[in-house]
């Protein structure tokens, strides 16, 4: 499987970790992230993500996600391309997702199905259209609400990570996201 790190303006790179954690119930292996900081010094954060990725990469290497083009982070990741790691600009949560599911496919295949996944991402809501999936027939446990200000944001209980997981293989076609990754 191929390892993940995401750079990116912070706190970007660790807020995308932490989407993928909720929708799939648990953090998968081998996800690292660097947060870059207004005042960081991209030396130092260029020797700590090359340890990173040395760390990170799997036999069929890693990928490299980060936020904005041409910005620190971008070029800071684009110094870590090798033969074995891909590195991808513009990160969104759909192709961070498509990272986790197909990272044990080919390095082209794998930055492919990314790539896709980012553009699929990407729509226009239109509320005449109804595109979101069924509701799940099981019924929801009811979950405490952790603080009060999700609290005044819904009322509606959060879906399991199962569910979540699901919307995305519905909305993004990502064929396993209703599996977790394993270590």
Do not use: W
Not at 49 to 70: C, H, P, S
Not at 127 to 132: E, G, L, N, Q, V
């Amino acid at each position: 499987m191929a390892g993940i790190l995401i750079i990116a303006h912070a706190p970007f790179a660790t807020a995308l970790r932490e989407c993928v954690a909720h929708i799939y119930g648990g953090l998968p292996a081998r996800i690292g992230v660097i947060d870059v900081m207004p005042d960081c010094d991209p030396v130092e954060v260029r020797a700590f993500a090359r340890a990173e990725i040395d760390r990170l990469k799997e036999e069929n290497g890693a990928i490299v996600l980060t936020d904005v083009f041409g910005a620190t982070p971008a070029n800071i990741a684009a110094s870590l391309h090798d033969t074995d790691v891909r590195v991808l600009a513009g990160c969104n949560l759909p192709m961070l997702v498509r990272a986790v599911c197909y990272r044990a496919t080919p390095l082209d295949t794998l930055t492919e199905k990314i790539l896709q996944g980012g553009s699929k991402g990407i729509q226009e809501l239109d509320s005449s259209r109804r595109s979101t999936p069924a509701p799940s027939r099981r019924k929801l446990p009811a979950r405490p609400i952790r603080h009060a200000r999700r609290a005044r944001i819904s009322s509606a209980r959060r879906p399991p990570a199962t569910d979540a997981a699901q919307f995305i293989h519905l909305a993004f076609g990502a064929s396993c996201c209703n599996k977790k990754q394993q270590s």
